[in-house]
Nanobody
Framework: QVQLVESGGGLVQAGGSLRVSCAAS????????MGWFRQAPGKERDFVAT????????YYAESVKGRFTISRDNAKNTVYLQMNSLKPEDTAVYYC??????????????????WGQGTQVTVSS
């Protein structure tokens, strides 16, 4: 059974930092892109960032570029999202996902095949 499990969410003040992690089990995704999405209350799920299978290529939403960094450790089958200079508008449930599609960068939800259950990130003003 394939599982993606996020961790590391929480409450942080504006301007602070947080790192969320996503550990995969049941299969390896070392040959596939991984990504992060987020969904704020009452809003649609939005793309945040994606990373190529090797980690050599990354792509970000404009709203997080320069503040967030996606990385991965294929030996641990884990992907990370380092979030700096957090803003209240970053408050959302953050989901990691794995894409089996051949396209890069995968920025749409339908391009992803496996999803985690999400972790809440709350940024207070």
């Amino acid at each position: 059974q394939v599982q993606l499990v996020e961790s590391g969410g929480g409450l942080v003040q504006a301007g602070g930092s947080l790192r969320v992690s996503c550990a995969a089990s049941g299969r390896t995704f070392s040959s596939h892109p991984m990504g992060w999405f987020r969904q704020a209350p009452g809003k649609e799920r939005d793309f945040v960032a994606t990373i190529s299978w090797s980690g050599g290529n990354t792509y970000y939403a404009e709203s997080v570029k320069g503040r967030f960094t996606i990385s991965r450790d294929n030996a641990k089958n884990t992907v990370y999202l380092q979030m700096n200079s957090l803003k209240p508008e970053d408050t959302a449930v953050y989901y990691c996902a794995a894409s089996l599609s051949g396209s890069y960068p995968p920025t749409e939800g339908y391009e992803y095949d496996y999803w985690g259950q999400g972790t809440q990130v709350t940024v207070s003003s």
